[in-house]
């Protein structure tokens, strides 16, 4: 159902058919049967990932895998809340460590924890942990480390200031920012100089995890997990869950606006760090996962169907997104449309209207000024796109007649 819905999206149908038509990619080889089982994990865990993960250069592939699925372990304790706290604790502290253990899982996740067979065949991801370079080991147990720490310390407080909010994401994405920059460094694919990107790769990550947690609202809260800090909230209403009380709409509104006008704070970082990459492969990576981002935080802003559910992007957008994502002035025309259409739903009622406007002008001011975003995709016409539409939905109409006709012959 939900790819019916681009029916009245042109572009959108164009793409899904031409990204169907190019779909077919040649199944890799697996030289162990340990890595094998490592990227079966790689596509159970991580639908939105997976693809982007294996369409990375070689060099750079299997690194990014079991980097992923390392961390992807880690956060399977952090959420699991049948663990005891000191468990859990111990567990987070020392996993960094855990990761150079042959033979090391972990057997004691809840029955329904739904990444739980991950730990169980840890090993597996160990042993190929073991195989990668001297360099990305390294990367990859630093930055486990200071993520394990960070989560651990997350265990016994709340979010509550907007500093205890930066940090949050800072551990559980902004790190992965910093990592994986480490990892296109070492691998010779990008410059040098990604090594030392931590302020761009931080925020850039924060981009995405913050637009994860105004979006999951509804969902954290059922499941009794607060993330959004009481220094935005409580300038609107006492507790959280007031947001969802129909008398609160226009004041979770606004609560809901603000946390967005917060995320855009990081759209310039992630426009930045996107222009300094040179690899094909990398440059995807990461692009895909930020126009995501941009798009789905124009789609929460101002919605209230926030406060009663988990609100998406029609799959046939996110299928287009994926295809055009592939050069720096298509992110570039991309992130402008979305910021466009954040603007239109500013309310010149809300409390932050003036502040979002300004922010608003600030990326389209960064997309003129900055001498590598300047140069705008060239982008078929409406016309070209509506005759396109028009040829598909003739030829869909003549199959089905044809197919009425030999059923009929039949």
Not at 75 to 80: G, H, L, P, S
Not at 323 to 346: G, P
Request: with cysteine; hydrophobic share 40%.
């Amino acid at each position: 159902m939900s790819l019916l819905e681009s029916v009245l999206h042109p572009t959108e149908i164009v793409t899904i058919v031409k990204f169907f038509s190019h779909a077919t990619r040649t199944p890799p080889k697996f030289p162990r049967n340990t890595l094998f089982i490592c990227y079966d994990f790689l596509d159970q865990t991580s639908r939105s990932f997976a693809t982007v993960i294996k369409e990375l250069d070689e060099e750079l592939r299997d690194a990014v895998c079991i980097f992923y699925l390392i961390l992807r372990g880690l956060d399977t304790i952090e959420d699991d809340m049948s663990i005891p706290t000191g468990r859990k604790l111990s567990l987070l502290r020392s996993f960094h460590e855990k990761i150079y253990e042959p033979g090391w899982n972990f057997t004691e996740n809840d029955k329904d924890e739904k990444d739980r067979l991950l730990l169980v065949q840890f090993d597996a991801v160990i042993d190929e942990f073991l195989t990668l370079k001297e360099e990305y080991q390294v990367v990859i147990a630093d930055i486990t480390r200071r993520m394990g720490g960070g989560m651990a310390d997350f265990c016994s407080k709340r979010v509550s200031t907007q500093e205890d909010y930066h940090l949050y994401c800072h551990y559980v994405a902004g790190l992965v920012g910093v990592g994986l920059s480490k990892l296109f460094s070492a691998s010779g694919l990008e410059d040098s100089s990604f090594a030392g990107m931590d302020e761009l790769s931080n925020s850039m990550g924060l981009f995405l995890q913050k637009t994860n947690i105004i979006r999951d609202f509804y969902e954290d809260l059922l499941d009794g997990r607060t993330f959004w800090p009481k220094d935005i909230y409580g300038l609107y209403v006492k507790d959280l869950d007031d947001l969802t009380k129909p008398e609160n709409k226009q004041k979770a509104l606004a609560c809901l606006n603000h946390m967005c006008l917060d995320a855009l704070t990081h759209v310039t970082d992630s426009l930045d760090y996107l222009s300094r990459i040179q690899n094909q492969s990398v440059f995807n990576f990461c692009a895909i996962p930020q126009v995501m981002a941009i798009a789905t935080i124009a789609e929460v802003f101002n919605n209230y169907k926030v406060f009663s559910g988990n609100v998406k992007i029609r799959k046939g957008l996110a299928i287009r997104l994926i295809y055009e994502a592939n050069s720096l002035e298509n992110v570039r025309s991309i992130f402008q449309e979305f910021m466009y259409k954040f603007v239109l739903k500013n309310n010149a009622n809300d409390p932050n209207y003036i502040k979002i406007s300004q922010t608003y002008g600030k990326v389209l001011q960064y997309c003129e000024t900055n001498p590598k975003l300047k140069v705008a995709a060239k982008k078929p016409s409406d016309m070209e796109l509506y005759i396109k539409y028009a040829a598909i939905v003739i030829l869909i109409a003549l199959l089905y007649q044809y197919s009425q006709r030999q059923s009929q012959i039949v």
